[in-house]
């Protein structure tokens, strides 16, 4: 099984629909982050969260939303879908200690029609 | 902010080749930079970890270097192979706790 598993993998809705992006992991990782990725431009940074009480808002965080339901377990939502919300998503994990750096799940590509 | 440059943005070579992939960087004060792998559509793959006190990171045909005080990072590719074509990927984490990716460099093997 993957370290982080993201679901769905790919997922076409429509504009004004609210969609769940789910995400997990077996690292024991206390820090999780969620990423969108698209070209040219890179990955940009959403939302991410240090422990479960801690919710930070990222570069990008506009028509997003999270909750840590878990060490485990970090969600994003687009409460209400639109087209240029078209990407790839990544959830990302790591530790806190400095010696660690990034495992990322395989991502969800995410289409707004 | 910090702001991490890769260049060259694309990048074509014929197998068997040895190459270099740059990455710079504007704060130098990062705790680690972290070279990855995405192939298309897909997830990024962790190639090699740099902490801010070591210089270089070596994983088989792969060296990484860092240099913090002049804000630049190195990806050596020995004896490139088809299968090396994906995008790379740096990313430096600041004291700030957070990472900053470059925008990748797009390489091509040719067989």
């Known amino acids: 099984d993957a370290d982080v598993t993201q679901t769905p993998r790919n997922r076409i809705t429509k504009t004004g629909k609210r969609i769940m992006l789910e995400c997990s992991q077996t690292k024991g990782h206390d820090r999780m982050y969620w990423y969108r990725q698209d070209p040219g431009l890179g990955l940009r940074l959403i939302y991410y969260?240090?422990?479960?009480?801690?919710?930070n808002k990222g570069e990008i965080s506009d028509g997003y939303s999270v909750s840590r339901q878990a060490q485990a377990k970090f969600s994003l939502s687009l409460e209400s879908a639109i087209p240029n919300q078209t990407a790839l998503y990544f959830c990302a994990t790591s530790s806190e200690q400095s010696v660690y750096g990034y495992t990322f799940g395989s991502g969800t590509r995410l289409t707004v029609v | 902010k910090q702001e991490v440059t890769q260049i060259p943005a694309a990048l074509s070579v014929p197998e068997g080749e040895n190459l270099v992939l740059n990455c710079s960087f504007t704060?130098?004060?990062?705790?680690?930079l972290q070279w990855f792998r995405q192939d298309p559509g897909k997830g990024l793959t962790s190639l090699l970890l740099?902490?801010?006190?070591?210089r270089e990171q070596t994983s088989g045909r792969l060296n990484a270097s860092l240099d913090k005080s002049s804000g630049r990072s190195t990806l050596y590719i020995a004896a490139s192979q088809p299968g090396d074509s994906a995008t790379y990927l740096c990313?430096?984490?600041?004291?700030?706790?957070?990472?900053?990716f470059g925008t990748g460099t797009s390489l091509t093997v040719i067989p």
């Open positions: 704060d130098s004060a990062i705790y680690n």
């Open positions: 740099i902490q801010s006190s070591q």
């Open positions: 969260s240090f422990d479960v009480k801690d919710i």
């Open positions: 990313a430096v984490k600041n004291t700030g706790n957070q990472f900053y």
